[in-house]
C-alpha cells in the first residue's frame, strides 16, 4: 500500500514554530541516569498527539496541529518542573537598522560639506557622482540576482553577506556545547538565514536613504542663507565642455527644470576652474535638478526596495517554512487509522552484491517479527547521489526508516564520497562492514586490519553513525548471534509502537 502523500513543509508563524522546534528538541530522548525516570515517555507523547488530534478536530491540517500539540507539549513538560523556555530565541535587527540609518544621514550631511565648499556647487563633485554611480551598480546587481535566481544561480552581494554575519554574532554569543539553546540555534539559525538577509537588505536600502535625505537637508537649509554658485570643475575635462555637456544632460537633463539645459557654450561658460559659473538666476533651477536627480535615482528606488523588504520580512514571519521531513514529524502526521510502517533500507553495491543480499534475506525474517519490513536498494556510491537514494526511498513504504550503508572495510573511507552519504542520510544510520576480504587476506588479528577497523570506527563516530563489523564467509553461532545483536538494536532504533 502506498503511504499517503506528507508534506515537506509547513507554513508557520514564528511564534509557532519555535515552540513546534522546542518541543521536538525536549521530547528527543537523552540519556536517564541509572535509578532516574524519564521526565517523558512514549506514553506522554502519545497522549499530546491524541490530544492534540482531538482538540483540532476532524478537519485539521499540519499548520493547526503541530503548533496546537507543542503547546500542550511544552505545557505538560512545565508541570513537571521542565524549563521550556530559552531566554533568547529572536535576533533583534532593529538596534543595527536604526545605526546604521542614523551613521547614514550624518555620512549624507558631510557629503554635502564635501560636495559644496562654502556656497559653490560642483556638480561633477566626485562624492555626487559617486554616490549616484553606486545606486546604478546595487540597482543592476540586484537586477542580476532576480535572474539568477529564476536560474538557479545565486550572485553573492558583500555587503549584506557581512551584516548577516553581525546580525549572528551579535546575539548568538555564549552557546553552551549540547545545551539546549545550542541545539536549538543549530536548527533554528537556517531557518533564520532568509529573513536575515531580508533584514540585511533592508537595513542597506534605508541606510542609503537616510543619506541621500541627510544630503538634500543639508542642501536645502544652507541654501536659506547661503547664495549657491553652480559650475562645474575637472582636471581631465578642463578643456573638454562637449565632454561636460554630455554628463549633464545623461543625468541632471533627465530632471525637467525651469530653465532648459545648456548648449556646449553655455557649459564652458561654468567652468569653475576660470572663475566662471552659471548665472545666479538659474542656480535655483541647478539645485532642483540635483535634488530631483536625488529623489529619481535614490529617495523612491531605495523606499520601494525597503518598502518590499518590508513586506516580504512581514510576510515570512506569518508564514515561515517548516520542514517536516524527518520521521519525526512523519510519525506525527500519520492519521489515526494508518499503521506505522517502518523499514529497514538496505543500501547494497554491486560488488559482492549477492552475499551482501543473501545476508539481508537471513535478516529479513529477524526484522519481520519485530514489525519491522526490509528492502534493498542496489547502490553504487561512487555512480549516484544521497539525494537520488533518498528519493527513491521515501516515494512509498515507511514512516520510519533506517539505513544499512553496505561497505567494503578494505576499502579508504573518502569524506567527499562516504561522509558526503553519511551525512546527508540524516536519519538512524548503520554501516555494515564487510572484513571478509581482509581476514582472508591477512587475517582475523593482524595489526593492519585493526587499524582498518579502528580507521572506519572512527571516521563512522565522527559522522554520528554507528558501525557493525560482518564476516560474510562466517556461518559460525557467533555469526549469527552478530546478525541478531545488529537486528535487534536496529529494530530499538524505532519508536516504540
Known amino acids: 500500500m502506498r503511504e499517503r502523500q506528507l508534506p515537506t513543509t509547513v507554513r508557520l508563524s514564528e511564534k509557532d514554530a519555535r515552540d513546534v522546534l522546542l518541543s521536538e528538541l525536549l521530547e528527543t530522548p537523552t540519556e536517564v ?15 499530546a498527539t ?29 508541570e513537571r518542573r521542565v524549563k521550556t523556555t530559552l531566554e533568547r530565541t529572536g535576533i533583534a535587527t532593529t538596534p543595527v ?20 565648499t562654502g556656497s559653490v556647487v560642483n ?16 540597482y543592476l546587481l540586484l537586477l542580476v540576482q532576480g535572474a539568477g535566481a529564476l536560474t538557479g544561480k545565486s550572485v553573492g552581494a558583500p555587503l549584506r553577506s557581512a551584516l548577516v554575519r553581525l546580525f549572528e554574532k551579535l546575539h548568538l554569543p555564549g552557546l553552551k556545547k549540547d545545551g539546549l539553546r545550542t541545539r536549538f540555534w543549530a536548527r533554528w539559525a537556517p531557518l533564520m538565514a532568509p529573513k536575515l538577509t531580508l533584514c540585511a537588505a533592508q537595513a542597506l536600502h534605508l541606510a542609503t536613504l537616510a543619506f541621500a535625505i541627510g544630503l538634500l537637508t543639508s542642501l536645502a537649509v544652507r541654501g536659506i ?34 530653465q532648459p539645459m545648456p548648449d556646449v557654450e553655455h557649459v564652458r561658460l561654468m ?13 535655483t533651477s541647478w539645485l532642483l535638478r540635483l535634488m530631483g536627480l536625488i529623489a529619481a ?27 517536516v521531513t524527518t520521521p519525526y514529524y512523519r510519525r506525527l502526521l500519520l492519521s489515526d487509522n494508518e499503521a506505522r510502517r517502518r523499514e529497514v533500507v538496505v543500501l547494497v553495491p554491486e560488488t559482492h552484491g549477492k552475499d551482501w543480499t543473501d545476508l539481508c534475506r537471513r535478516t529479513e525474517a529477524l526484522l519481520k517479527a519485530r514489525d519491522v519490513a526490509l528492502k534493498i536498494v542496489p547502490a553504487e556510491l561512487w555512480d549516484t547521489t544521497p539525494e537520488a537514494v533518498l528519493e527513491r526511498v521515501q516515494k512509498e513504504g515507511a514512516s520510519e526508516r533506517l539505513f544499512w550503508v553496505a561497505l567494503d572495510a578494505s576499502a579508504t573511507p ?9 551525512t546527508a542520510l540524516s536519519e538512524n544510520v548503520v554501516v555494515l562492514l564487510d572484513v571478509s576480504s581482509l581476514f582472508a587476506r591477512f587475517g582475523k588479528d593482524a595489526p593492519n586490519v585493526r587499524s582498518r577497523l579502528a580507521l572506519w570506527e572512527t571516521f563512522a563516530h565522527d559522522h554520528g553513525v554507528r558501525i557493525a563489523a560482518l564476516d560474510l564467509a562466517d556461518a559460525s553461532p557467533e555469526f549469527i548471534d552478530a546478525l541478531e545483536a545488529l537486528v535487534g538494536s536496529s529494530a530499538d532504533a524505532f519508536q516504540p509502537n
Open 414 to 422: 573518502e569524506e567527499e564520497i562516504h561522509g558526503r552519504f553519511l
Open 123 to 138: 556638480l561633477l563633485s566626485p562624492p555626487l557622482l559617486a554616490f549616484f554611480l553606486w545606486n546604478i551598480f546595487v
Open 33 to 47: 541516569a541509572p535509578g532516574e525516570k524519564a521526565v517523558w515517555t512514549p506514553a506522554d507523547a502519545a497522549a
Open 97 to 116: 537598522l536604526l545605526t546604521l540609518a542614523m551613521l547614514g544621514y550624518l555620512a549624507g550631511v558631510l557629503t554635502d560639506r564635501l560636495a559644496t
Open 297 to 323: 535615482l535614490v529617495l523612491v528606488p531605495r523606499a520601494s526596495l525597503a518598502f518590499v523588504a518590508t513586506l516580504r520580512i512581514r510576510r515570512r514571519e506569518k508564514a515561515l517554512p517548516f520542514p
Open 225 to 258: 542663507g547661503t547664495a549657491y554658485v553652480v559650475g562645474w570643475e575637472s582636471t581631465w575635462l578642463a578643456d573638454r565642455p562637449d565632454i561636460v555637456h554630455g554628463i549633464l544632460n545623461a543625468t541632471y537633463g533627465l530632471v525637467p527644470g525651469s
Open 50 to 78: 491524541r490530544d492534540a488530534r482531538h482538540l483540532a478536530g476532524e478537519r485539521r491540517t499540519p499548520g493547526l496541529f503541530l503548533p496546537l500539540r507543542a503547546r500542550l507539549v511544552l505545557a505538560r513538560l512545565k
Open 271 to 283: 567652468n569653475l576652474a576660470d572663475g566662471l559659473s552659471a548665472p545666479l538666476t538659474e542656480s
